[in-house]
Structures are given as C-alpha cells and as structure tokens.
C-alpha cells in the first residue's frame, strides 16, 4: 500500500528557512516522479515544484524559483523541499504527491501546515 | 502561461441531482486535464485524469468529458458524499495549472 507522510512544517519568521520532508513506501520511489503542492488557508490549491522520476529533472513554479529546491534521497524514498527567503504569503499546508499512471498525482500525503509570520 | 477557468465557483444541488462542473483553458491543452475531489481538512483525491479516464476505485457516476479548451465533470446522481470542493488541472511534463475550484453545497 503506498503511503506519503510529511513532516517539518511549523511557524518561521518571514525571511527565515524550513525544510520539509515526504517520506513514502509502497512503490517504487527512484522512478516515480514526485511533486509538491500547497494550499494558502481558505483557498484553491497550487502547485510548487517537481521532480522527475528516472533523470531527477526539476522544474519551479515562478512564485517559488530561486527560493525553494526540491531534491530526493532514493536510499531513504524520501523528498525533500527546502524553503528559504520565506514570505507571508508561503503560508500554506504544503502536501507531496506521487506521479500516477495517468500522468498526474494519484497519491497524496495529508499535509504539513508552514506559517510564515513574525 | 495557460489559465484555467471554471464555473460556477459555487453549486447548490441536492442529492440525486445531476451535477456538471465546467473548466475553459485559455489555450488548447488536448486531454491534458484532471479532475480531483477536495473535503475539508483532507488531501486532494483523484478522479478523473486524460479529460475522460477514470481513476481506479473512483465511483462510475462521475465522468469527465471534452478536449482543447473546454471540459466537463458530471456526476449523474449526487450522493451525500459528494458534498466537497471540486479542482480542475491541466498537467503536462513542463508546469500544473488548477482551476480556482467548485463548492458543491447541499440544497
């Protein structure tokens, strides 16, 4: 059974760094590609970053390039999104996804709350 | 970069009612599209993917339909727990677009 389970999300200072953790099993993590998405409280949700499954290809969405660095450790089948420069308006729950057959995410973590606030 | 637009943002129905949710692209994106079911406090789930594919365990009374720039999401019978958040997505291998999301309410 495939499960997703986030971790390190918590209250940082704007400006300050956080880095969360996806850690999974049940599936074949080196080859399947793996995204982050997240929803600011009361509203839709919003893709953040991905990480291709075989080369590792990333790709940003342009509201977080050059602040987050999503990555992977394959020996441990966990993701990783390191977050820096952090501003108000990355407050969000911030969940990881697993690419599914269809091409789109068909597995979700339950989510870790970051609130970016002084 | 592509938009995805979707109507109503609100729906009040009741239950056995047939539901359509709508979602425009504002360029063509083939069958690049998915729909995913939101309720409150939970992960996303996935419905419907390739516009008209359904995701496995995914009950047949939901459907998705369209391609190029507009699409549809019909469930035929409306059940209690079909009561949540709707989001419309184009994917490709390059970005993810969501729509801004349907509330289905109960009447």
């Known amino acids: 059974e495939v499960h997703l389970l986030e971790s390190g999300g918590g209250l940082v200072q704007p400006g300050g760094s956080l880095r969360l953790s996806c850690t999974t099993s049940?599936?074949?993590?080196?080859?399947?590609?793996m995204s982050w998405v997240r929803q600011a409280p009361g509203k839709g949700l919003e893709w953040v970053s991905a990480?291709?499954?075989?080369?590792?290809?990333?790709l940003y969405a342009d509201s977080v390039k050059g602040r987050f660095t999503i990555s992977r450790d394959v020996s441990k089948s966990t993701l990783y999104l390191q977050m820096n420069s952090l501003r108000a308006e990355d407050t969000a729950v911030y969940y990881c996804?697993?690419?599914?057959?269809?091409?789109?995410?068909?597995?979700w973590g339950q989510g870790t709350l970051v609130t970016v606030s002084s | 970069d592509i938009q995805m637009t979707q109507s109503p943002s609100t729906l009040s129905a009741s239950v056995g009612d047939r539901v359509t949710i709508t979602c425009r692209a504002s360029?063509?994106?083939?069958?690049?599209l998915a729909w995913f079911q939101q309720k409150p406090g939970k992960a996303p789930k996935l419905l419907i993917y390739?516009?008209?594919s359904l995701e496995s365990g995914v009950p047949s009374r939901f459907s998705g339909s369209g391609s190029g720039t507009e699409f549809t999401l019909t469930i035929s019978s409306l059940q209690p727990d079909d009561f949540a958040t709707y989001y419309c997505?184009?994917?490709?291998?390059?970005?993810?677009?969501f729509g801004q999301g349907t509330k289905v309410e109960i009447k």
């Open positions: 990480i291709g499954g075989g080369d590792g290809r990333t």
């Open positions: 390739k516009a008209s």
């Open positions: 049940g599936f074949i993590f080196s080859t399947n590609a």
């Open positions: 997505q184009h994917y490709n291998s390059d970005s993810n677009t």
């Open positions: 360029q063509s994106i083939s069958n690049w």
């Open positions: 996804a697993k690419d599914g057959a269809g091409g789109t995410w068909d597995y």
